[in-house]
């Protein structure tokens, strides 16, 4: 191995109190040779100066401050930088095991592969990790080999967060994905990308290095709880309906992609809920219509539950239900 450069992508916006413990898990990794890309994304609380800082110390580390345009926007600008062979991202108030990036670049240039899936934990503010699973949508049967992404898809399902794969450069040029932009209202947008990366891959491998700490916090943007950002959501369902019909070729695959769809359609409604949106969306046509329509016909029940609700203006049955749901199933109280 000839030490091939890894980008690491991390946009920064208003983490000041996050963001020292995430670059120092990066620029202490036993793999030095690195690219640390940091975008800026127009903070105003002192973000900027810590990446200045940082950068002034370590000559890896690049820094672009941007207006305030959004993740999205963000992540593409470093991917257009990004000069590595390989390139990973980083949410600016996560952080890294030490060991990581050389695990997995050891796997992916033994192996010659166009994406790795590790592993990642979930830990709260002073590091205690969490008993909280991984998410893991619609896992069949896990497979460890190196497949092609249809048969990843199929079998392993997908983990939809960007930062837990590690991508050749190359191949992302190739099939030339970008993020979705939804400029001033953007979220969401992994959902989106993550599908369509594993869908195009040649060589993918489902590995169990964990190498990413995922900070749960109830301030980040997750938790966002303006309500139109589940049209982000719906929009990227409809783009993938089309993008399956015009590429998606085996059955099992096709099983998966309806499946995500209707998975996706079901996250624009629950997360109304969960987050204490304004439901007034329910009452809108243009999202009441679509949403119960697909839904209604789902092949998985309790999704045929959400279309039936929404069709029925029942949702204040359906909110009751799936609140005592999460309440006794993830000890959650909404």
């Not at 593409?76 to 062979?85: H, S, Y």
């Not at 309906?241 to 695959?253: D, H």
């Amino acid at each position: 191995m000839n030490n091939p450069i890894v980008s690491i992508i991390i946009p920064v916006y208003n983490v000041e109190n996050y963001l020292t413990q995430c670059l120092d898990s990066v620029i202490l990794q036993t793999y030095e040779f690195l690219e640390i890309i940091l975008i800026n994304d127009g903070s105003t609380d002192r973000s900027g100066e810590i990446c200045n800082k940082y950068a002034e110390n370590d000559k890896r580390i690049k820094v672009f401050h941007l207006d305030n345009s959004g993740s999205a926007e963000a992540r593409n600008k470093g991917l257009d930088i990004a000069t590595g062979k390989y390139v990973m991202f980083l949410d600016s108030d996560d952080y890294l095991e030490k060991d990581g990036i050389e695990k997995l670049l050891v796997l992916a240039e033994t192996k010659a592969l166009d994406m790795v899936c590790g592993r990642y934990k979930t830990v709260n503010e002073i590091g205690d990790v969490l008993d909280i699973s991984e998410t893991n949508i619609f896992l069949n049967k896990m497979n460890n080999n190196i497949i092609t992404g249809e048969k990843y898809l199929s079998n392993n399902g997908l983990v939809p967060a960007i930062w837990i794969y590690f991508y050749s450069k190359m191949y992302l040029d190739e099939i030339e994905l970008r993020f979705k932009n939804f400029r001033d209202n953007g979220c969401y947008e992994d959902c989106d990308f993550v599908i369509r990366a594993i869908y195009f891959c040649k060589k993918i491998m489902k590995s169990d290095i964990v190498f990413y700490n995922y900070l749960q916090r109830k301030n980040s943007q997750k938790y966002r709880r303006e309500a139109k950002l589940s049209y982000n959501i719906v929009e990227i369902a409809d783009e993938l309906i089309k993008f399956g019909e015009n590429n998606v070729q085996g059955k099992e695959c096709r099983i998966f992609f309806d499946k995500y769809i209707d998975f996706l359609y079901a996250q624009s409604v629950q997360r109304i809920i969960q987050l204490k949106c304004n439901a007034d969306i329910f009452k809108e046509i243009d999202f009441k219509d679509k949403i119960s329509q697909r839904l209604f016909k789902s092949q998985i029940k309790k999704y045929r539950i959400i279309g039936f609700c929404l069709k029925y203006n029942l949702m204040k049955v359906y909110e009751s239900i799936y609140s005592l749901y999460r309440k006794i199933f993830w000890n959650d109280s909404l």
